[in-house]
C-alpha cells in the first residue's frame, strides 16, 4: 500500500551531482567563449591596422597622380588639384590625418621618417619624383614608395624659378 503512495523523485544526491555536471559544463563553454572572444578582438585589431594601411596607400597614390602640386614640409604634405582644392596629410606622433575640404580621415599608422626626391629611369630619358614613407605598423617598420612622372615642361619651369 505504501507504493501506491510514492511518487518517483530524484534523490539529493542525485540533483547535487546533476548540479556539478551542469557546472563543469557552463565553466568549460565560458572559458572556451572568452578566448574566442579574445581572438576574434585580436582577429578585428590587425585587420583595422591593414585596412587603414590600404586606405592610406589608395588615398596617397590617388592624390600624388590626380594633383599638379605636391609640397612637402616637415610632417605635412599638401596637394593642389587643377581645380584649387588642397589635401593635406598631417603625420601626428601615433596617427596620420587626411584633411579634404569636405572631410577629416583618420588613419592609424605612425610615420618614422618622409623622403622625397628625383630619380631617372635606367635610360636617363625619365624623371621621377620619388616619395618615401618610413612608417611603423602593429611594431613593424616598413617603407612605402611612391612614383610620379615629371615631365619635361614640370622640369622647365623648375628651371626658370
Known amino acids: 500500500m505504501n507504493n501506491k503512495r510514492m511518487i518517483s523523485a530524484f534523490s539529493i544526491i542525485e540533483t547535487i551531482v546533476g548540479m556539478a555536471i551542469t557546472a563543469i559544463i557552463m565553466s568549460i563553454i565560458f572559458v572556451v567563449f ?5 581572438r ?9 591596422l591593414i585596412c587603414d594601411l590600404n586606405r592610406l596607400t589608395y588615398s596617397l597614390n590617388k592624390d600624388i597622380f590626380e594633383n599638379e602640386k605636391m609640397t612637402v ?4 604634405i599638401t596637394f593642389k588639384s587643377y581645380s584649387g582644392e ?4 598631417n603625420f601626428l606622433e601615433d596617427y596620420t590625418l587626411r584633411n579634404n575640404e569636405i572631410f577629416i ?3 592609424k599608422i605612425k610615420l618614422k621618417q618622409i623622403t622625397i626626391d ?6 636617363e630619358q625619365v624623371v621621377f619624383q620619388k616619395l618615401k614613407f618610413n612608417i611603423e605598423v602593429n611594431e ?5 614608395k611612391f612614383y610620379k612622372r615629371i615631365y619635361a615642361n614640370e622640369l622647365l619651369n623648375k ?3
Not at 614640409?73 to 605635412?76: A, L, T, V
Not at 588642397?86 to 596629410?89: A, F, R
Not at 628625383?118 to 635610360?123: A, D, G, L, N, R
Open 73 to 76: 614640409i616637415d610632417n605635412e
Open 118 to 123: 628625383t630619380v631617372k629611369s635606367k635610360s
Open 105 to 107: 580621415d583618420t588613419f
Open 86 to 89: 588642397i589635401i593635406k596629410y
Open 159 to 161: 628651371i626658370k624659378d
Open 140 to 144: 613593424n617598420k616598413m617603407d612605402l
Open 40 to 48: 576574434m578582438i585580436d582577429y578585428k585589431n590587425q585587420n583595422e
Open 34 to 38: 572568452s578566448i574566442v572572444t579574445e
